[in-house]
T-cell receptor, first 110, second 114 residues
Framework: SQQGEEDPQALSIQEGENATMNCSYK?????LQWYRQNSGRGLVHLIL?????REKHSGRLRVTLDTSKKSSSLLITASRAADTASYFC??????????FGAGTILRVKS | KAGVTQTPRYLIKTRGQQVTLSCSPI?????VSWYQQTPGQGLQFLFE???????NKGNFPGRFSGRQFSNSRSEMNVSTLELGDSALYLC?????????????FGPGTRLTVT
């Protein structure tokens, strides 16, 4: 069973800056999801992008999906200290298993 | 609506024992899935239940089992515990579409095996 690859593994930025994290996968997918995990709120769904969508926005979040490159990126604009968390991509693997990426640890310094 | 609840939140067990974890999904959600999270292996899918039937299964040994009740509540059981079973066990619920839809996660049960 594969695990999605995410990079960078860790990212440290100043408040107000943008953060970009990437996810790559190997199978064909119907959709790809992004989740955030921090100690206060646990694992929370952020956004879902379908395979026929190239870009999707939700507040300060922008997700892109390139099915030809089998990759997705999550952009957080104007980051805040409260964005400090681990971010995971997730997708369905062949055999109907939900696979999570290894995660990107984001630290936003105030 | 109340969120996904998991009990207990923390658990300490000894090698060889068995453990049962409980998950109550969001009202109206019929899909419940379980995940193991460890620093080394990350988040790994255990299984998904829908309408009291296991619909999907990850790559875990048979020591890991689960069930779902008619009210959609689910339990996960791990028998013959090993040290490597120490992990955060997360439960998530979703609408009927299951794993391809947004998963709502509970706070998790932190299991420590000594």
């Amino acid at each position: 069973s594969q695990q999605g690859e995410e990079d960078p593994q860790a990212l440290s930025i100043q408040e107000g800056e943008n953060a970009t994290m990437n996810c790559s996968y190997k199978t064909s997918i119907n959709n790809l999801q992004w989740y955030r995990q921090n100690s206060g709120r646990g694992l929370v769904h952020l956004i879902l992008i379908r395979s026929n969508e190239r870009e999707k926005h939700s507040g300060r979040l922008r997700v892109t999906l390139d099915t030809s490159k089998k990759s997705s990126s999550l952009l957080i604009t104007a980051s805040r200290a409260a964005d400090t968390a681990s971010y995971f991509c997730a997708f369905m693997e062949y055999g109907n298993k939900l696979v999570f990426g290894a995660g990107t640890i984001l630290r936003v310094k105030s | 609506k109340a969120g996904v609840t998991q009990t207990p939140r923390y658990l300490i067990k000894t090698r060889g024992q068995q453990v049962t974890l409980s998950c109550s999904p969001i009202s109206g959600h019929r899909s419940v899935s379980w995940y193991q999270q460890t620093p080394g292996q990350g988040l790994q899918f255990l299984f998904e239940y829908f309408s009291e039937t296991q619909r999907n299964k990850g790559n875990f040994p048979g020591r890991f089992s689960g069930r779902q009740f008619s009210n959609s509540r689910s339990e996960m059981n791990v028998s013959t515990l090993e040290l490597g079973d120490s992990a955060l066990y997360l439960c998530a619920s979703s609408t009927g579409g299951g794993l391809t839809y947004e998963q709502y996660f509970g706070p998790g049960t932190r299991l420590t095996v000594t």
